[in-house]
């Protein structure tokens, strides 16, 4: 008989094995959930009797929380902790731990992927030539990555990441935005910090890295893009928040800057109908920046270890709710 129950309140990954090596010999059993559980009576009815949980987007709430008998800790497959409430269980002393930096090479490599299908135009090339249109010639805009002015909004861990695979396309300079990290820190990486303005009426190409925060929503508005370069490329990879929207559609519309690879937007899933769809200087991708067959495997490995640990009577590595 199991010394532990533990239940995964969100289905969705394609094996739960990863979990079951961890935590089975330590007498723990794993209980996968009939269903998605997408409201808090569906977590409540399958793991008020837990003793940890393992959750992706599943509400994890006062009422939730509250109901839980003897849950020792809430383990989030993921960075955000947003749809936990955090105080409710300090309060009841119960860890909620996450996992911060599984996708660290994941978004960063979407992150160069991105940027250089829209230096290249890649899925234009791609739809003409499925056309039948073979373009030996053509006289689009598409400009080099080497001596090109790069601009980092945002300097942790995804933009080193970003900035340490750029360095082999030998940009001219490496400006940062980051008002939390020193110049020296900076400097030591070889870039610049500067100002946001500075920033974006300098860079050929940006990329946002920022998390988002009441200071840095909308800090891509409208008068963010007339500052930015005419033949300027923009991708985000962090918050769609971080970027006013429908000011980008209207820049990207009426060429105030030539491109914009987005991975995340301010409302997901991104309807059909939204704008961007139907412009040709976007690359749209739904918020996979963050997957690989190995950042799955890391993802799961390390949540069910702060499980692990939390029921071995240790801390989790990776607590987000102290006391």
């Known amino acids: 008989m199991a ?13 739960y094995q990863f979990e079951r090596d961890i935590l089975e010999p330590m007498g723990a059993e794993l ?58 269980a300090r309060k009841r002393k119960i860890y909620v731990s996450n996992v911060p930096d599984y996708g660290t090479e994941d978004v960063s490599d979407h992150a160069v992927a991105l940027l ?16 039948g249109i073979f373009e030996s010639d053509i006289r689009d805009e598409i400009y080099r990555t080497t001596g090109k002015t790069l601009g980092l909004v945002g300097y942790g861990k995804i933009a080193r990441a970003f900035h340490r695979k750029w360095r082999g396309f030998l940009p001219g300079r490496v400006l940062v935005c980051d008002p ?15 100002d946001l303005d ?3 009426a300098a860079s050929d190409y940006i990329t946002l890295h920022t998390p988002l925060t009441p200071e840095s929503r909308h800090i891509i508005d409208a008068a963010a893009l007339t500052k930015m370069k005419k033949t300027a490329i923009l991708v985000n990879t962090s918050r769609g928040a971080v970027v006013d929207e429908t000011a980008l559609v209207t820049a990207l ?26 412009l040709p200087n976007v690359i749209l991708t739904s918020h996979v920046a963050w997957y690989s067959k190995d950042s799955v495997q890391e993802l799961q490995t390390r949540a069910a270890q702060e499980v ?16």
């Open 3 to 15: 010394h532990y129950k533990v239940v995964a309140v969100n289905r969705g990954y394609e094996t």
């Open 31 to 88: 209980v996968l959930t009939a269903e998605d559980c997408t409201a808090e009576d569906q977590v409540i009815k399958a793991a008020q009797d837990a003793d940890a949980v393992l959750v992706r987007e599943a509400p994890i709430g006062q009422r939730v929380i509250e109901a839980f008998q003897r849950c020792r800790i809430i383990a989030r497959y993921g960075v955000g902790v947003d749809n936990v409430d955090l105080q409710t």
């Open 116 to 131: 250089l299908a829209c230096i290249r135009q890649l899925p234009l090339r791609d739809r003409n030539l499925r056309r």
């Open 180 to 194: 939390f990290v020193t110049a020296e820190v900076i400097r030591a990486n070889e870039a610049e910090k500067v």
């Open 198 to 200: 500075t920033l974006l």
């Open 253 to 278: 519309r009426n060429g105030q800057i030539l491109a914009a690879g987005l991975d995340v937007f301010e409302k997901e899933p991104l309807g059909q109908d939204h704008p961007l769809v139907a």
């Open 308 to 323: 692990r640990r939390v029921l071995a009577g240790e801390r989790p590595v990776c607590w987000v709710n102290p006391w």
